[in-house]
């Protein structure tokens, strides 16, 4: 039996830096992508919970930085940025638990989908809203894809339209929703059921 101090200190929980906006720019990117290397070498740590400091989970990329930086070398490196960060939560040998609580649309719907597990608040919604502005979220769809059924995604894709929670549960982007007073607790017994796993197994 272990104790909860001793348990929370093999958790981390990784909070996604919206430094103005709802909106992740390129430095943000790299900022996740630089802790989940540090974590993956960390191996006092045995569950990563990814979460947002604020009321979305992420809205994807910042079209405002994508439109003052138009040039293809800007727009090259920060989609190979994305790439890399969505790949290394993949690539991380600790399980990666998505909290949303709130809205996750475009990259932001990639990166829920890209995680191990998914637990949302029932308010959260969830899209691929590329096509309304013109731009398809063809990046996102590969991931998403790998979730979801292939009529379930192009609806998603040609419509934009938001799915909630419930659909998300639904069609297998989630794993379960919750009140957000219940997240909190959901997802933290969660964390605790992979580590006695790990810890049983001496991993």
């Known amino acids: 039996m272990y104790k909860r101090q001793a348990l929370e200190s093999t958790l981390i929980s990784h909070g996604l830096p919206y430094p103005e906006n709802i909106n992740v720019a390129k430095e943000s990117i790299k900022a996740i992508e630089n802790s989940l290397l540090k974590i993956s070498r960390e191996k006092t740590i045995k569950v990563v919970i990814l979460s947002a400091n604020g009321p979305v989970f992420s809205a994807g990329h910042d079209l405002k930085e994508m439109r003052a930086n138009t040039n293809y070398k800007f727009i090259h490196e920060l989609f190979l940025q994305c790439s890399r960060t969505m790949l290394q939560i993949t690539r991380l040998p600790q399980p990666v638990i998505a909290k949303v609580n709130g809205i996750a649309t475009a990259a932001g719907c990639q ?46 894709l040609l419509t934009g339209e938001p799915v909630n929670a419930r659909t998300a549960k639904e069609i297998g982007l989630i794993n379960d929703f919750f009140s957000k007073r219940k997240l909190e607790h959901c997802q933290y017994l969660l964390s605790i059921y992979f580590i006695i796993i790990v810890k049983d197994n001496d991993l």
Do not use: E
């Open 111 to 156: 990166l829920v989908a890209s995680c191990d597990l998914a637990l949302s608040s029932n308010d959260a919604t969830f899209a691929t809203p590329g096509v309304n502005i013109g731009l398809f979220c063809s990046t996102p769809m590969v991931a998403v894809s790998r979730k979801i059924s292939r009529k379930r995604m192009m609806k998603m």
